[in-house]
T-cell receptor, first 116, second 113 residues
Framework: GAVVSQHPSRVICKSGTSVKIECRSL??????MFWYRQFPKQSLMLMAT?????????EQGVEKDKFLINHASLTLSTLTVTSAHPEDSSFYIC????????????FGPGTRLTVL | AQSVTQPDIHITVSEGASLELRCNYS??????LFWYVQSPGQGLQLLLK??????LVQGIKGFEAEFKRSQSSFNLRKPSVHWSDAAEYFC???????????FGPGTRLSVLP
């Protein structure tokens, strides 16, 4: 149980385009979902926290207009990277916190974004 | 705010040798502690977690960790390392009321044949 999926696993896009990444909790409901960014050989950096039905809370330094987060249901959150640039290339990981166990997070497999 | 340090950036051990990865945390109240492993290009896999109770926690793949409140530590151990254990290991802490996870910088483990 407690499986989180991400789609796509890899995406390559041209500079200036937008990319949407989906995060789904497959067998549990998640009130809260989190989006992380990971640069090569570095730790995970929290970008934003999203609660179902409300606006996401962004960490300092993360542009909310560039990284649009939607958490429309208890099993789905999306991250849209708008007007992507090469410096947005990174590994994006989502996690979901079950409504029954808010201290835990279950992580998705990550999405590798490459912006040309 | 909570913080996590992992003093060792990179550790190399021989296959079959014992392993200890260090993790120190800073948090004013009751911490919830986790160890994750990440293979290159992959997501995070939970090895074990500590919420309360027995301070020696058993995890998957033969790993264990010991919570020592007096030392603010949660070190990960394995008695005999396998080549497949080579990966990046992250310690994380979250507050008892489910505040954000804080990850340590990670320790990269290399295993010599």
């Amino acid at each position: 149980g407690a499986v989180v999926s991400q789609h796509p696993s890899r995406v390559i896009c041209k500079s200036g385009t937008s990319v949407k990444i989906e995060c789904r909790s497959l067998d549990f409901q998640a009130t809260t979902m989190f989006w992380y960014r990971q640069f090569p050989k570095q730790s995970l950096m929290l970008m934003a926290t999203s609660n179902e039905g409300s606006k996401a809370t962004y960490e300092q330094g993360v542009e909310k207009d560039k990284f649009l987060i939607n958490h429309a249901s208890l099993t789905l959150s999306t991250l849209t990277v708008t007007s992507a640039h090469p410096e947005d290339s990174s590994f994006y990981i989502c996690s979901a916190s079950p409504t029954s166990s808010y201290n835990e997070q279950f992580f998705g497999p990550g999405t590798r974004l490459t912006v040309l | 705010a909570q913080s996590v340090t992992q003093p060792d950036i990179h550790i190399t051990v021989s296959e079959g040798a014992s392993l200890e990865l260090r993790c120190n945390y800073s948090y004013g109240a009751t911490p919830y502690l986790f160890w994750y492993v990440q293979s290159p290009g992959q997501g995070l896999q939970l090895l074990l977690k500590y919420f309360s109770g027995d301070t020696l926690v058993q995890g998957i793949k033969g790993f264990e960790a010991e919570f020592k409140r007096s030392q603010s530590s949660f070190n990960l151990r394995k008695p005999s390392v396998h080549w497949s254990d080579a990966a990046e290991y992250f310690c994380a802490v979250v507050g008892e009321y489910g505040q954000n996870f804080v990850f340590g910088p990670g320790t990269r483990l290399s295993v010599l044949p």
